[in-house]
């Protein structure tokens, strides 16, 4: 039963995809067609298309989907607990220590390999 209200309440889905298609398309025709206005009105006028686009698009099945998705991240996101600042730059400390530390290494290798094919090449 709930498909069939689903069915139902998203039937519409391909016409406002078109719709959504149409404003984008009419977005870059018209900024295209204005490119002698200025950039501010152009931008402005871009902005209301996307927002309407988005508004649009939020009313078919998939931007449900993805809102509902956006959401879920958003609660996901207020779940992270933050370093510290200490611990913070204690972990940089330890980055940089291993990063001079393994650059050391690989310059070590290097000229002790360069130093063989001196050799071996005479």
Do not use: H
């Not at 959504?20 to 209301?48: C, D, H, K, P, T």
């Not at 649009?56 to 779940?79: D, I, P, Y």
Request: a positive charge; hydrophobic letters at 55%.
């Amino acid at each position: 039963m709930s498909s069939a209200v689903d069915n139902k309440e998203f039937r519409f889905d391909s016409i406002k995809w078109l719709l959504v298609l149409a404003i984008v398309a009419g977005g870059i025709y018209g900024n295209w067609y204005f490119a002698e206005q200025s950039v501010l009105y152009r931008a402005i006028a871009l902005l209301v298309l996307a927002l309407l686009a988005a508004s649009v698009a939020s009313q078919t099945s998939k931007g449900q989907a993805t809102l509902e998705l956006a959401r879920g991240a958003r609660t996901e996101w207020r779940k992270i607990v933050w370093p510290t600042k200490q611990e913070r730059n204690q972990t940089t400390l330890i980055v940089v220590v291993l990063i001079i530390v393994m650059a050391l290494i690989l310059w070590g290798i290097d000229t002790l390999l360069s130093l063989a094919a001196a050799g071996i090449m005479g």
